[in-house]
Protein backbone atom coordinates (compact mmCIF):
# COMPACT_ATOMS: atom_id res chain seq x y z
CA UNK A 1 0.00 0.00 0.00
CA UNK A 2 0.94 3.71 -1.03
CA UNK A 3 0.93 6.10 1.55
CA UNK A 4 1.51 9.47 -0.61
CA UNK A 5 2.97 11.85 2.06
CA UNK A 6 3.95 14.98 -0.52
CA UNK A 7 3.18 18.00 1.29
CA UNK A 8 6.64 19.69 0.38
CA UNK A 9 5.46 23.20 -0.55
CA UNK A 10 3.62 23.37 2.65
CA UNK A 11 5.97 21.97 5.09
CA UNK A 12 8.63 23.64 3.60
CA UNK A 13 7.19 27.29 4.09
CA UNK A 14 6.11 26.40 7.76
CA UNK A 15 9.54 25.00 8.32
CA UNK A 16 11.15 28.50 7.07
CA UNK A 17 8.77 30.41 9.27
CA UNK A 18 9.43 28.49 12.61
CA UNK A 19 13.12 26.99 12.12
CA UNK A 20 15.52 29.16 10.24
CA UNK A 21 18.76 30.44 12.03
CA UNK A 22 18.63 32.94 14.39
CA UNK A 23 20.47 36.56 14.97
CA UNK A 24 20.00 38.87 17.89
CA UNK A 25 17.03 41.02 17.92
CA UNK A 26 16.24 44.71 18.66
CA UNK A 27 13.72 46.47 20.30
CA UNK A 28 13.57 44.42 23.88
CA UNK A 29 12.68 46.00 26.89
CA UNK A 30 15.84 47.05 29.18
CA UNK A 31 15.85 44.59 32.48
CA UNK A 32 18.66 43.26 33.93
CA UNK A 33 19.92 39.99 32.89
CA UNK A 34 19.54 36.74 35.49
CA UNK A 35 22.23 35.32 34.71
CA UNK A 36 26.07 35.91 34.92
CA UNK A 37 27.27 37.52 31.75
CA UNK A 38 24.85 37.37 28.25
CA UNK A 39 27.61 37.68 26.15
CA UNK A 40 29.29 33.88 27.09
CA UNK A 41 25.52 32.53 27.51
CA UNK A 42 24.97 29.62 24.91
CA UNK A 43 22.91 31.17 21.56
CA UNK A 44 18.43 30.18 22.44
CA UNK A 45 18.85 29.19 18.33
CA UNK A 46 22.07 26.73 19.32
CA UNK A 47 19.79 24.46 21.31
CA UNK A 48 16.35 22.62 21.06
CA UNK A 49 15.16 23.67 24.90
CA UNK A 50 13.17 20.59 26.25
CA UNK A 51 10.98 20.60 28.65
CA UNK A 52 11.76 19.08 32.14
CA UNK A 53 9.91 21.45 34.64
CA UNK A 54 7.08 23.61 35.27
CA UNK A 55 6.18 25.58 38.82
CA UNK A 56 3.91 28.26 39.69
CA UNK A 57 5.31 30.95 41.99
CA UNK A 58 5.35 29.35 45.21
CA UNK A 59 6.93 26.25 44.25
CA UNK A 60 3.87 24.02 43.27
CA UNK A 61 4.28 21.80 40.19
CA UNK A 62 1.20 22.88 37.30
CA UNK A 63 -0.40 19.91 37.16
CA UNK A 64 -1.48 21.53 33.45
CA UNK A 65 2.44 20.95 32.13
CA UNK A 66 2.95 18.40 33.23
CA UNK A 67 2.16 16.27 30.36
CA UNK A 68 4.37 18.58 28.77
CA UNK A 69 7.56 17.39 30.94
CA UNK A 70 5.92 13.89 29.66
CA UNK A 71 6.01 14.25 25.81
CA UNK A 72 8.79 16.25 26.09
CA UNK A 73 7.29 20.06 24.76
CA UNK A 74 10.09 21.84 22.79
CA UNK A 75 11.00 25.13 22.29
CA UNK A 76 12.80 26.15 19.22
CA UNK A 77 14.05 29.35 18.44
CA UNK A 78 14.65 30.49 14.61
CA UNK A 79 15.74 33.92 13.20
CA UNK A 80 12.57 35.61 13.97
CA UNK A 81 10.26 32.82 15.43
CA UNK A 82 9.84 30.73 18.06
CA UNK A 83 8.28 27.14 17.40
CA UNK A 84 6.59 25.22 20.18
CA UNK A 85 5.99 21.18 19.67
CA UNK A 86 4.62 18.63 21.88
CA UNK A 87 1.24 19.64 22.81
CA UNK A 88 -1.36 18.72 20.90
CA UNK A 89 -1.07 21.80 18.38
CA UNK A 90 2.12 23.43 16.96
CA UNK A 91 2.52 27.29 18.09
CA UNK A 92 4.71 29.58 16.79
CA UNK A 93 4.86 33.24 17.16
CA UNK A 94 7.39 36.72 16.56
CA UNK A 95 10.14 36.80 20.00
CA UNK A 96 13.26 39.34 20.51
CA UNK A 97 15.68 38.68 23.16
CA UNK A 98 18.37 40.82 24.38
CA UNK A 99 19.80 41.79 28.01
CA UNK A 100 18.31 38.59 29.73
CA UNK A 101 15.06 39.14 28.59
CA UNK A 102 12.79 37.05 26.32
CA UNK A 103 10.06 39.07 24.71
CA UNK A 104 7.52 36.95 22.63
CA UNK A 105 5.07 38.26 20.72
CA UNK A 106 0.97 37.10 20.36
CA UNK A 107 1.35 33.12 18.98
CA UNK A 108 -0.28 31.53 16.39
CA UNK A 109 -1.76 27.56 16.12
CA UNK A 110 -2.29 24.79 14.15
CA UNK A 111 -6.31 23.85 14.88
CA UNK A 112 -6.38 20.09 15.75
CA UNK A 113 -8.97 18.59 18.38
CA UNK A 114 -7.54 15.96 20.78
CA UNK A 115 -7.78 14.87 24.37
CA UNK A 116 -8.59 17.59 26.90
CA UNK A 117 -5.08 17.05 29.16
CA UNK A 118 -3.28 17.96 25.87
CA UNK A 119 -5.69 21.28 24.37
CA UNK A 120 -5.06 22.27 28.30
CA UNK A 121 -1.38 21.79 27.88
CA UNK A 122 -2.01 24.64 24.93
CA UNK A 123 -3.47 26.36 26.40
CA UNK A 124 -1.49 26.61 29.68
CA UNK A 125 1.99 27.21 27.84
CA UNK A 126 0.12 29.79 25.49
CA UNK A 127 -0.96 32.24 28.58
CA UNK A 128 2.59 31.64 30.08
CA UNK A 129 4.55 32.34 26.98
CA UNK A 130 3.74 35.52 26.62
CA UNK A 131 5.13 39.07 26.99
CA UNK A 132 8.47 39.78 29.13
CA UNK A 133 9.82 36.61 30.47
CA UNK A 134 12.84 36.81 32.53
CA UNK A 135 16.06 34.46 31.70
CA UNK A 136 18.91 32.85 33.01
CA UNK A 137 21.18 29.93 30.87
CA UNK A 138 23.46 27.90 33.81
CA UNK A 139 25.76 24.74 32.72
CA UNK A 140 27.29 24.51 30.01
CA UNK A 141 27.83 22.81 26.60
CA UNK A 142 26.69 20.56 25.34
CA UNK A 143 23.47 20.43 27.80
CA UNK A 144 22.86 23.86 29.37
CA UNK A 145 19.28 24.61 31.43
CA UNK A 146 17.59 27.46 30.25
CA UNK A 147 14.76 29.09 33.49
CA UNK A 148 12.14 31.31 32.07
CA UNK A 149 10.50 33.07 34.72
CA UNK A 150 6.83 34.18 33.60
CA UNK A 151 5.24 37.62 34.16
CA UNK A 152 3.01 35.60 37.30
CA UNK A 153 6.25 33.89 38.80
CA UNK A 154 5.60 30.73 37.38
CA UNK A 155 9.50 29.20 36.53
CA UNK A 156 9.86 27.04 33.30
CA UNK A 157 13.18 24.78 32.91
CA UNK A 158 14.16 23.44 29.97
CA UNK A 159 17.27 21.38 29.11
CA UNK A 160 19.02 22.40 25.74
CA UNK A 161 20.37 19.66 22.96
CA UNK A 162 22.51 21.28 20.55
CA UNK A 163 20.59 21.32 16.92
CA UNK A 164 22.54 19.24 13.95
CA UNK A 165 23.96 23.32 12.93
CA UNK A 166 25.63 23.32 16.21
CA UNK A 167 26.88 19.97 16.45
CA UNK A 168 28.49 20.15 12.94
CA UNK A 169 29.61 23.62 12.70
CA UNK A 170 27.82 24.74 9.56
CA UNK A 171 24.33 25.09 7.78
CA UNK A 172 22.44 22.50 6.42
CA UNK A 173 21.56 22.04 2.95
CA UNK A 174 18.01 20.65 1.93
CA UNK A 175 18.08 17.62 -0.34
CA UNK A 176 15.78 14.64 -1.07
CA UNK A 177 16.97 11.09 -1.66
CA UNK A 178 14.67 8.31 -2.53
CA UNK A 179 15.73 5.14 -0.59
CA UNK A 180 15.10 1.68 -2.37
CA UNK A 181 13.44 -1.00 -0.15
CA UNK A 182 15.97 -3.12 -0.40
CA UNK A 183 19.81 -2.61 1.48
CA UNK A 184 22.68 -4.17 -0.78
CA UNK A 185 26.12 -5.27 0.63
CA UNK A 186 28.72 -2.97 0.57
CA UNK A 187 32.43 -2.81 1.61
CA UNK A 188 32.66 -1.73 4.99
CA UNK A 189 36.30 -1.15 6.77
CA UNK A 190 35.45 -2.06 10.11
CA UNK A 191 32.13 -4.21 9.56
CA UNK A 192 32.27 -7.23 7.54
CA UNK A 193 28.74 -7.84 5.60
CA UNK A 194 27.75 -4.61 5.70
CA UNK A 195 24.64 -3.77 4.45
CA UNK A 196 24.37 0.35 2.94
CA UNK A 197 20.73 2.18 1.87
CA UNK A 198 20.65 2.43 -2.05
CA UNK A 199 19.84 6.32 -2.66
CA UNK A 200 19.16 7.82 -5.49
CA UNK A 201 18.44 12.28 -5.33
CA UNK A 202 15.08 13.11 -6.35
CA UNK A 203 13.87 16.91 -7.17
CA UNK A 204 11.27 19.05 -7.42
CA UNK A 205 10.09 22.36 -8.42
CA UNK A 206 9.07 25.36 -6.52
CA UNK A 207 5.49 24.35 -6.49
CA UNK A 208 6.52 20.88 -5.33
CA UNK A 209 6.10 18.59 -8.36
CA UNK A 210 8.94 16.28 -8.95
CA UNK A 211 11.07 16.28 -11.68
CA UNK A 212 12.47 13.69 -14.29
CA UNK A 213 15.23 11.30 -12.11
CA UNK A 214 18.41 11.83 -13.11
CA UNK A 215 20.13 10.19 -10.20
CA UNK A 216 21.10 6.75 -10.81
CA UNK A 217 20.84 4.50 -7.70
CA UNK A 218 23.93 3.92 -5.63
CA UNK A 219 25.00 2.63 -2.06
CA UNK A 220 25.30 5.08 0.86
CA UNK A 221 28.63 4.35 2.94
CA UNK A 222 26.75 6.01 5.93
CA UNK A 223 23.42 6.59 7.95
CA UNK A 224 20.86 9.17 7.85
CA UNK A 225 20.39 10.34 11.35
CA UNK A 226 17.01 10.21 12.72
CA UNK A 227 15.66 7.60 9.77
CA UNK A 228 15.09 3.40 10.82
CA UNK A 229 15.09 1.71 7.64
CA UNK A 230 12.29 -1.16 7.16
CA UNK A 231 12.93 -4.11 4.55
CA UNK A 232 10.50 -4.18 1.67
CA UNK A 233 9.54 0.18 2.29
CA UNK A 234 10.68 2.48 -0.30
CA UNK A 235 11.11 6.23 1.03
CA UNK A 236 11.50 9.59 0.05
CA UNK A 237 13.07 11.62 2.48
CA UNK A 238 13.62 15.38 3.06
CA UNK A 239 17.02 15.42 4.78
CA UNK A 240 19.40 18.44 5.60
CA UNK A 241 22.93 17.46 4.24
CA UNK A 242 25.45 18.95 6.96
CA UNK A 243 29.41 19.88 6.18
CA UNK A 244 30.95 18.42 9.47
CA UNK A 245 33.54 20.77 10.15
CA UNK A 246 36.53 18.99 12.33
CA UNK A 247 35.03 15.98 11.87
CA UNK A 248 36.57 13.10 13.88
CA UNK A 249 39.45 10.92 11.23
CA UNK A 250 36.79 7.90 10.89
CA UNK A 251 33.60 9.96 10.28
CA UNK A 252 32.31 10.96 7.31
CA UNK A 253 32.59 14.87 6.14
CA UNK A 254 28.96 14.93 5.34
CA UNK A 255 26.27 13.90 7.30
CA UNK A 256 22.72 13.43 7.03
CA UNK A 257 19.88 14.15 8.79
CA UNK A 258 16.10 13.73 8.29
CA UNK A 259 13.70 16.21 8.01
CA UNK A 260 10.79 14.60 6.56
CA UNK A 261 9.45 11.43 4.88
CA UNK A 262 7.75 12.93 1.98
CA UNK A 263 6.54 9.53 0.18
CA UNK A 264 6.57 5.69 1.64
CA UNK A 265 5.39 3.08 -0.17
CA UNK A 266 5.41 -0.37 1.62
CA UNK A 267 4.97 -2.53 -1.91
CA UNK A 268 8.64 -1.48 -2.62
CA UNK A 269 7.88 -0.45 -5.92
CA UNK A 270 9.18 2.24 -8.30
Known amino acids: MKQNLLL ?24 PATSATVATQPALPAYYWTLVSATDA ?22 QNLNISGGCNGQFGGYSYQDGVLKVQSLA ?12 LDAQIGRLLKGDLRTAISGQ ?17 FQGEAT ?30 YQCLQVRERRYDDAGLQL ?3 DTWHPLYQSIEGY ?30 LDLVVEQDASGKR
Not at 9 to 18: E, K, S
Request: proline share 8%.
Open 8 to 31: VAVCAALLQACTSASTPHEGSPSM
Open 58 to 79: SGKPIAALAKGVERKLRLTFGE
Open 109 to 120: STLMACEKSLMD
Open 141 to 157: TPEPVLQLTTQDGAVLK
Open 164 to 193: PETRYGSKGEIKFLEVAAKTVKCSHPLIPN
Open 212 to 214: PTQ
Open 228 to 257: EHQDGVRNVLRVKQYAWKNAPADAPSQVYV
